[in-house]
């Protein structure tokens, strides 16, 4: 037997349920992962209390829980070419990761993400990267950012944020990012303006940034995406993961499926060149599961939270 976090109906962090549950094993084509962290994202609780949400995954219950993991290879199916046992790797797995084994396809699935972990790189970082580096790389290909850009980020301090903002100063852009107060001195640390959200944010980026905004990405809601619009940037140059299919204004609404096949290995160089800082707010042991959504759901998460096994 092993270890997952199971929920049997949708609702808040209390319906999540550290199981004891048969040990899986890679079957033909397949690999099996043994965990040793994953990372959170605000899709995993999402998917867990919104049955709307579920169902555009393709998710049902009774349900696994989490998307990012990393681990070591410990099974190797038959016919599962490219990793072997003993190789440190992260990925994802849909509403499966939060769990002492993960099974993946080799080549990944459609909703599966699996490569090897670089040397100098720990699991806990790893586990932070697929979903939150894929939608951060996403969001500003969209606006083809670049050298001498000047764009606003909205939720800067998040999860997706943190690679955002970073990515964004790789380019040579000027960041505003847009969070609250209690996260200025966070953001500063990695060289970004902030900017307080709320009413009146186009007046307050007009004074940081009298010569005007070029481009924008909006990582939670639509205030950024609206503001940048009240602010004169195109639309083709605002990008949006949160809004659904009816983005305002006509601004491009993206995810982390259309970040390029490079997005990841142009992070991890960055990590380990020390020019992106993956801020950990926290760790909780599995059995603690509920207290880390709680905690990441309240939304004033500096950073990534990551679940250890």
Sequence with gaps: MSRAVIYEAF??????????????????GEVRVRVAAAGLN????????L???????????????????????????????????GDRVY????????????????????????SHTPEGISDEVASTLPVAGLTAAAALSAIDLRSGDTVLIGGAAGGVGVF??????????RVIGTASESTFEFLRQLGIEPVAYGAGL????????????TAATDLFGTETAETALAL?????????????????????????????????????????????????????????????VTLQAGRHVHGKIVITL
């Excluded at 609702?11 to 033909?28: D, Q, S, T």
């Excluded at 186009?202 to 905004?213: K, S």
């Design 11 to 28: 609702g808040g962090p209390e319906v999540l349920e550290v199981r004891e549950v048969p040990e899986p094993h890679a079957g033909p």
């Design 42 to 49: 605000p899709m995993d609780w999402i998917l867990a209390s």
């Design 51 to 85: 049955p709307e949400a579920a169902e555009q995954f393709g998710v049902t219950v009774p349900s696994g829980f989490g998307h990012d993991f990393a681990g070591v290879v410990d099974e190797v199916g038959v016919g599962a070419t490219g990793f072997a046992v």
């Design 91 to 114: 990925g994802g797995a849909l509403s499966r990761a939060v769990a002492d084994f993960v099974v993946v396809k080799v080549p990944a699935e459609a909703s599966e993400v699996l």
């Design 164 to 173: 955002a903002v970073q990515l964004a100063k790789l380019v040579g852009a």
């Design 202 to 213: 186009a007046d307050r980026v007009r004074t940081l940034a009298p010569d005007g905004v």
């Design 232 to 292: 004169g940037v195109p639309p083709e140059r605002i990008s949006t993961i949160a809004a659904g299919s009816n983005p305002p204004g006509g601004v491009r609404a993206t995810g982390g499926s259309e970040a390029g096949p490079d997005a990841l290995a142009r992070i991890t160089d960055a990590i380990l060149a020390g020019k992106i800082t993956v801020p950990i707010a926290a760790t909780f042991p599995i059995e603690q599961t509920h207290d880390a």
